[in-house]
């Protein structure tokens, strides 16, 4: 019998499971776990992003905020300009200080010296300004999520969720 944790089992059908410190793997790429570096790829023996499916799409998520009395630009980074050449961001933002909130839809593609937004295709705000800009940036050996309060007296919380396409060269 094998023992997972406190469950038992007798049979370990066809394929391969491999369990050690830095993951799961089973039948080499057909679901792997890297642990050290919390990704997931689905038929992606080296995934790159948190979670990355075949070779082509990956999905991720991060967050930030910037205090009262900034209106620094806060660089969110999202994922290594050598591994995918665009992304669909959703990003939101909550002003903190009242309670406001605005979200953004834009894509974000890059040449490899340059990255290129859309405009703000879809923003949806419930206050009477918009508060803050996003924009794509390559920012060293990464694409980042630059965003920009457009007003200093306020605290923001940011979070942002991508899509991104592999590189295809």
């Not at 049979?11 to 050690?20: A, E, K, Y």
Request: some cysteine; overall charge negative; charged content about 15%.
């Amino acid at each position: 019998a094998i023992r997972f944790a406190n469950a038992f089992t007798d049979t370990l059908r066809t394929g391969t499971l491999t369990v050690d410190t830095g993951g799961v793997t089973v039948d080499t790429d057909t679901l792997v776990v890297d642990a050290s570096n919390d990704r997931v790829g689905i038929n992606q023996p080296t995934p790159l992003a948190p979670l990355h499916i075949a070779d082509g799409v990956a999905f991720g998520y991060a967050t930030g905020s910037s205090g009262t009395g900034s209106d620094a630009a806060v660089d969110i980074v999202l994922f290594a300009h050598a591994n995918f050449r665009g992304a669909n961001l959703l990003v939101s933002i909550e002003n903190s200080t009242d309670s406001d909130y605005e979200a953004h839809e834009i894509v974000i593609t890059h040449n490899g010296s340059t990255a290129y937004t859309s405009s703000a295709y879809a923003q949806v705000k419930d206050a009477s300004q918009t508060f803050c800009t996003v924009a794509g940036v390559l920012s060293g050996s990464n694409i980042v999520c630059r965003i920009t309060p457009g007003v200093s007296s306020k605290a923001y919380s940011f979070a942002v969720s991508w899509q991104a396409i592999k590189k295809l060269t």
